[in-house]
């Protein structure tokens, strides 16, 4: 943290400082650290802004290399004019209790989002001395708003697609009096479809809203053969596409897993309807299962679109999209998120490998014991690159 002139400590500490120049010096050292420590930059200037103090959060913020504050102005040390102007008027007209937010290009070419507060600090007599401005970080917050809102577009499309296709067809159903038995299978078959994808993504955004609330994911566990589990689910999506060549390697001997099935069904559902996705030219869809380090380890691997770097170190954030724009897939951006979440809730891991162009491959760790409360040691080692 930087110190303006002792003159500024001094005046603030009088008292002690006649009586005892080393208490007021401890003392001092006390306040400063507690300043030091304070997560958000803190920067306070005279009335003539000048800046008496700087924390070591307010000087990362701002792009200020630890310096000493001999008579240095805000114009010394705020490089952005606009910011600049900003400050200076807030000293200027002793702005006391207001609040507005800054864009401040990062040093590593990025934005910063910076929340800063304003107040007063007065003598005694109540006689303004300056201004304390409170600079926060809230590039994170504004992210996620920007994602929820993006999600609140996306969800309500979602919603409503399916919702468009069950009116229309149910319509044609009670209109028409003249189609045939097949027809009309087809097009309940149809109406059943949409009606299970609407279930779906309203089950979505309840689990994700009840792991929001903190109450996290209730759990079923029963004793449960894995690889008829897996089989099972995988059967359904084997005439779900003609591109794809759907492939299953599963261990031969028979693996008991205590696991809650209805979840672990979420799971691999996920992760298929991700492989065949954003695999939209077809290709191998591979599941493959083998134990391993104490846990049952599940893979599923697409020769799709793949990912960048950046893009799989965010895939596991609630609302988030590869590919956010109107002509992207259908999705809500919740799926991998919610699967996180299953699988840490039984103790699990899962991670992603990927290459841009290349393909993706998702990987579960579920353990094999009963014991589930903590991840065993093994699987997290298992995630670890
Ligand atoms: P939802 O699963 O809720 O219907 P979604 O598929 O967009 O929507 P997630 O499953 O959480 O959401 O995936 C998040 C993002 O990660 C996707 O939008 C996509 O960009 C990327 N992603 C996930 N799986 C793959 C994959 N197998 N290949 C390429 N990108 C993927
Ligand atoms: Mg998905």
Redesign the pocket.
């Known amino acids: 943290m930087s110190l303006h002139a002792e003159d500024s400590m001094n005046s603030a500490h009088s008292g002690p400082c006649k009586e005892n120049p080393c208490r007021a010096g401890r003392s001092w050292e006390w306040i400063e650290s507690i300043l030091r420590s304070v997560v958000d930059g803190l920067l306070v200037t005279d009335s003539n802004s000048r800046v008496l103090m700087m924390n070591a959060a307010a000087e990362e913020l701002l792009g200020v290399a630890q310096t000493t504050l001999f008579d240095r102005s805000l114009n010394d040390f705020v490089k952005d004019r606009r910011l600049l102007k900003r400050l200076r008027e807030a000293v200027m007209k002793e702005e006391d209790g207001g609040r507005f937010e800054f864009e401040l290009g990062g040093h590593s070419g990025g934005i910063r989002i910076v929340s800063i507060t304003t107040s007063v600090h007065r003598d005694s007599e109540g006689v303004a001395q300056g201004s304390v401005f409170l600079l926060r970080e809230i590039t994170r917050e504004r992210e996620l708003d920007r994602m929820k809102n993006e999600f609140i577009t996306t969800a309500a499309h ?1 919603l409503r697609t399916p919702l468009t296709a069950i009116m229309g067809f149910s319509e044609l159903l009670l209109t028409r009096r003249d189609l045939s038995a097949t027809l009309q299978f087809d097009f309940l078959t149809f109406i059943n479809q949409k009606a299970e994808n609407l279930s779906r ?1 309203i089950s ?1 955004l309840l689990d994700i809203s009840r792991i929001e609330a903190g109450r996290g994911l209730e759990l079923f566990r029963e004793p449960c053969d894995i690889n008829d589990l897996i089989t099972e689910t995988v059967g359904s999506y084997r005439t779900c596409s003609e591109k794809h060549a759907l492939e299953v390697l599963l261990p031969e001997e028979r693996i008991q897993l205590y696991v809650d099935r209805g979840k672990v069904i979420q799971i691999m559902e ?2 298929l ?3 065949f ?3 939209p030219q077809g290709g191998v869809v591979r599941v493959s299962a083998r134990s391993t380090r104490g846990a049952y380890l599940l893979s ?1 691997e ?1 020769e ?4 960048t770097r950046e ?1 799989v170190s ?3 954030d ?1 609302f ?5 724009s109107n002509s ?12 996180k979440n299953i699988v840490e809730a039984h103790g699990g891991r899962i991670w ?1 490998e ?1 290459r841009k162009g290349k ?2 491959t ?1 990987f579960v760790a579920l353990p094999m014991t009963r014991d589930q409360q903590e991840p065993e040691s093994g699987i997290q080692e298992l995630g670890e690159h």
Not at 332 to 338: A, D, E, K, R, Y
């Open positions: 979602e993504i979505d996920n992760l309807s991700n492989a996705k954003y695999s599923v697409d799709g679109i793949g990912m893009q965010r895939a596991f609630k988030y999209r590869g590919d956010a992207a897939v259908e999705g809500t951006g919740l799926g991998l998120s919610i699967t992603l990927s393909g993706t998702a």
